[in-house]
């Protein structure tokens, strides 16, 4: 377990690109475990490490979607708002929360930066855009449970390089194969329609699959595999991307709250936190940014808030996440 120190200011919350573009040759991130059966591309020489340190305190998190989370305390829980919605309050399910010993908990939303729900009951996605640095919750676990791994929050500060980030991502972890038929048909779609590729921002698949058929026809005809169920589906599998760093303020926010990092991620890691690769000590969490796997530049788009005393470490929560310590010590 960590051990417990003082919690401190964390000036820096993250919420970093649920869907950051993989760029170059290579795929950056590595294969760390997997929930349930082993993936049938996983090579079986792979180990499966989600229930080692400091994987362990890592969960999967299903409410309508998949997102990841991490463990704060022995029962409190750090996503993104959109990816807890709801859970648990307001006549709707618990979030199901799958821990690394293949164990399932549920959790209820007690603490979050902003309702992501209309009054309707649907999605506001403007809402999350608009203020990404407010979108994050703390879930709570309902019932008698008390988790032993449990990752510390401090302050970033002058952080800028060192850090590392996993979350059960939907895409599966591209070879050099993989990724040379992807360009390849993602080509003959600008050729198609390049324009209006551009205009979107290209190839966002999770958000615009209709618009996308050419692409996949495309990869069906040159691999004779179906993009979304073979390649896009791996939501199973704990990925890992390291050496990360935190790069400029992103314009247009309030109070300069938004910062860029360059932790690699794809629909699914909404909600994985960014730590200290010197310590794992938690400096934010990932929220969401650009489906970019064709582009060969170095630009990948990721959302930090700063100076958040207002919402994320208000007393309320210290004091949750203490008693939460103290009482599972007992």
Known sequence: MIKTFALLFIGTFVIGNAYAG?????????????????PDYIDAATPNLWNTSPYNSIVRIESNGTGTGEFISPRHVLTNAHVAEDCGVNGNPECDIYTSDDD????RVVFRGMKVLKSDGTFDEDKVY????????????T?????????????AGTIERGLWRAGFGSLRVLDKTDLD????????YLDADG??????GGMNIDSRKEKYQIFRDAFEQITGKDFDTDYDSDTMTLKKVQDCRFRDVVEGFPGDSVLWHSCSGWT???????????????????????????????????????????????????????????????
């Open 22 to 38: 993989i760029n170059g040759s290579t795929d950056p991130r590595t294969i760390i475990g997997w929930d349930g059966e082993r």
């Open 104 to 107: 399932l908990q549920f959790g």
């Open 130 to 141: 608009e203020h990404p640095d407010r979108d994050w919750a703390i879930l709570e676990i």
């Open 143 to 155: 019932g008698d449970y008390c988790r032993p791994e449990y990752r510390e929050m401090i302050e």
């Open 181 to 188: 038929n992807i360009r390849r048909a993602y080509l003959v």
């Open 195 to 200: 324009p209006d590729a551009v205009e979107t």
């Open 268 to 330: 699914g890691d909404s909600g994985s936190t960014l730590k200290m690769m010197s310590g794992n000590m938690v400096v934010g969490v990932h929220n969401n940014s650009y489906l970019n796997i064709t582009s060969y530049t170095d630009h990948t788009r990721s959302d930090m808030a700063l100076g958040s005393s207002t919402f994320m470490y208000n007393p309320k929560i210290q004091s949750a996440i203490e008693k939460a310590k103290q009482d599972c010590k007992k």
